[in-house]
C-alpha cells in the first residue's frame, strides 16, 4: 500500500489531473470531491452543484472519457486522470455541435442545470454510437446503433440530468438534432 | 463531510489485512453509495483503502460452458454494455440498465452494488431518527412510520427495510456466486446465502465479515438464460428505485414450461425467490394465463404488508406474469 505523496502536511495529498488538456497540480484534502476540487481550486466554475448526493446531474464532467458525477467521487481518487469540465469542450472558440444546438433549440431556461445536460449529452451520442444499450431499448441481445436513438432512447438516456425548468423537450430535441449531425 | 484518511490498496493480500484489522476502514470502489452514506453520516469511517488500482479484478469474461464471470470492479455499464451479457443474459443486462442513471453506472462497481445500504428514508435521513440498522437497539421509525416503500416479506419488527440492488435480484434469480476472498483464503458464497434477513441484527445485511473482499461474481451457464427479463415498476419511469421489480428466465417446450427462474425486487430485505410458484408454473402453458396467476399466486400466501404496501402484493403478481409473458417470448 503507498500512502497518498506525502510532504504537505497531515492528511493533504498532492494530485495531479489533466484537466480540459492542461495538467494541474493541486493539494487536497481526502474528503474534497472532484466537484469541489474543480470548483474551488481549479475555479472551474462551469460545473455546477445542485444536490450533492449525485441526484441532480449538474456536476456531470467526463474522467477518462466517460460521464461521471463530479459530486460522487474524491479528486484524490482522480490521481492522474484525464478530466474533461464543461469549459473543455468548445475548440479554439468553436462551440461543440451540441452546445450550439441547445442554443438552437432554446435548450435552457436558469442555465443551472444546462453544462450538466450538455455533458451528458454529448456523451449519450457516443455511448449510442459506440452500441450501449438502455432501458428503452427493447431487446438488449440485438446491436443497438446511433440511428436507434429515438426520442424515447435518449429522454430515458437524460434520465439522471434534473431541470427545474423543464425544458426537456427542447433538449430532447438538440440531442437528437446533434446526433443527425454527428 | 467528516475528516478521513485516504490511501490505495496495490496488493489484496495487504488490503484484506488492514480490514480485517481496523473496524474504522471502508474499502472504496466506485463510491457512489459509500461517499453519499458518509455525507448523510449514515457511514463514518476514519479510514478508506481505495481498491481500484487491485489487479485482475475488473474483468467480465464469458465463459466457455455459457457461464459468465464478472470481477467485482467492472462497472454496471461495462457489464451492461457487453454483447456476450446480453445474449446470453438479458436480464442481467436489463437489471443494470433500469438501475441509477448514465452517470452512476460509469462509476458503480459491481461488487459495491451488491453492498449498497437499504434507501429507507429513515436510514438515510441525518437527523437520525430511530433506526436499528443505523444505530441498533434505537428502533425502527417505519414499522409503524411511512412504510409504503417497505417490504411484504422477510421483515421482522425490528426492520422493515428491503434492498435496493437490481442486479442482485437477476443474480438471485439464476443462483450466481459471490466469490469472497478473506483472511482465510478465496470462498464462494450462493447468492441464495449472501443477504441476511434482519431479525434482531438489522446492521448486518449480508454474512461478510471484516476482512472479507468481494473478488468476482459468477454466473453458471442456465438453459433459462436467453429467455429472461427484468421488469421493474416505480412511482418515475426512469431514476427511481423499485416499488416493485422481478427478474425471470424460463426454459420453454413449445409453449408449456419447463423450469422458471423467479426473483423479486422492492419486496423484501433481500432479493426474495418465489420457490413456491417456480414449482408451480411446471407444465404450465404459457397461454393459460389464469393457471399462470394461480400458479404465481402461491408464493404471495405468505406476504405480510405493511399499513401502507399492501398494494404490492397485487403489483407483484401482477409484474410476475407479465415479466413472465416477455421471458416467454424470447425463447
Known amino acids: 500500500m503507498s500512502n497518498g505523496k506525502g510532504g504537505l502536511g497531515d492528511g493533504v495529498i498532492a494530485v495531479t489531473l489533466a484537466v480540459n488538456g492542461h495538467v494541474r497540480r493541486l493539494a487536497v484534502e481526502p474528503r474534497t470531491t472532484l466537484l469541489d476540487a474543480l470548483r474551488e481550486e481549479l475555479a472551474l466554475t462551469g460545473t455546477k452543484k445542485g444536490c450533492d448526493r449525485g441526484e441532480c446531474g449538474a456536476c456531470t464532467v467526463y474522467v477518462g472519457g466517460r460521464r461521471v458525477l463530479s459530486c460522487m467521487t474524491l479528486a484524490a481518487m482522480q490521481d492522474g486522470r484525464e478530466v474533461t469540465t464543461i469549459e473543455g469542450l468548445e475548440r479554439d472558440g468553436v462551440l461543440n455541435s451540441l452546445q450550439a444546438a441547445f442554443v438552437e433549440h432554446d435548450g435552457f431556461q436558469c442555465g443551472f442545470c444546462t453544462s450538466g445536460q450538455i455533458m451528458s449529452g454529448v456523451a449519450v451520442i457516443e455511448e449510442a454510437a459506440a452500441g450501449w444499450p438502455s432501458a428503452a431499448t427493447a431487446d438488449v441481445a440485438k446491436p443497438f446503433s446511433l440511428s436507434d436513438l429515438s426520442d424515447g432512447e435518449i429522454r430515458e438516456r437524460m434520465s439522471g440530468n434534473l431541470c427545474r425548468c423543464a425544458c426537456y423537450p427542447n433538449i430532447v430535441d438538440a440531442i437528437a438534432d446533434a446526433a443527425k449531425r454527428r | ?331
Not at chain 2, 433481500?270 to 417456480?278: F, H, N, Q, S, Y
Not at chain 2, 414449482?279 to 394461480?294: H, K, P, T, W
Request: some cysteine; proline content about 5%; hydrophobic content about 45%.
Open chain 2, 1 to 331: 463531510m467528516h475528516t478521513f484518511a485516504l490511501t490505495k490498496a496495490d496488493d489484496p493480500e495487504k488490503a484484506i489485512a488492514a480490514h480485517a484489522s481496523d473496524e474504522k476502514l471502508a474499502f472504496i470502489a466506485g463510491g457512489t453509495d459509500l461517499l453519499g452514506l458518509m455525507k448523510d453520516r449514515a457511514a463514518l469511517p476514519t479510514r478508506l483503502l481505495d481498491i481500484n488500482g487491485l489487479p485482475d479484478m475488473a474483468r467480465i469474461e464469458p465463459l466457455e460452458d455459457g457461464g459468465l464471470h464478472i470481477g467485482a470492479l467492472a462497472r454496471m455499464s461495462d457489464i451492461a454494455a457487453h454483447m456476450e451479457v446480453r445474449r446470453r443474459f438479458p436480464v442481467i443486462a436489463e437489471s443494470l440498465l433500469f438501475a441509477a442513471s448514465g452517470q452512476l453506472r460509469n462509476m458503480a462497481s459491481i461488487g459495491g452494488n451488491l453492498l449498497q445500504r437499504t434507501r429507507c428514508a429513515y436510514f438515510r435521513d441525518d437527523d437520525a431518527p430511530p433506526c436499528n440498522k443505523r444505530s441498533p437497539g434505537s428502533g425502527c421509525s417505519a414499522l409503524h412510520g411511512l412504510n409504503r416503500n417497505h417490504a411484504i416479506f422477510g421483515w421482522s419488527n425490528d426492520c422493515v427495510a428491503t434492498h435496493p440492488s437490481d442486479v442482485a435480484v437477476a443474480f438471485a434469480a439464476l443462483d450466481a456466486t459471490v466469490v469472497v476472498r478473506g483472511v482465510g483464503g478465496v470462498r464462494p458464497i450462493p447468492f441464495a446465502d449472501f443477504y441476511r434477513l434482519p431479525g434482531s441484527t438489522p446492521e448486518r445485511d449480508n454474512v461478510l465479515s471484516r476482512g472479507d473482499l468481494i473478488v468476482a461474481v459468477e454466473v453458471p451457464a442456465r438453459v433459462e438464460g436467453r429467455a429472461s427479463h427484468y421488469l421493474k415498476v416505480r412511482d418515475r419511469q426512469s431514476y427511481e428505485f423499485a416499488l416493485v421489480s422481478v427478474a425471470v428466465a424460463v426454459a420453454v417446450a413449445g409453449r408449456h414450461i419447463r423450469s422458471a427462474r423467479l426473483a423479486m425486487g422492492g419486496v423484501a430485505p433481500k432479493p426474495w425467490r418465489l420457490a413456491d410458484a417456480e414449482i408451480a408454473l411446471r407444465g404450465v402453458s404459457l397461454d393459460e394465463v389464469d393457471a399462470l396467476r394461480s400458479a404465481i399466486a402461491r408464493s404471495f400466501v405468505a406476504a405480510r404488508p405493511l399499513e401502507h404496501n399492501a398494494f404490492k402484493v397485487e403489483l407483484a403478481e401482477r409484474a410476475v406474469l407479465r415479466a413472465l409473458q416477455v421471458a416467454g417470448g424470447r425463447q
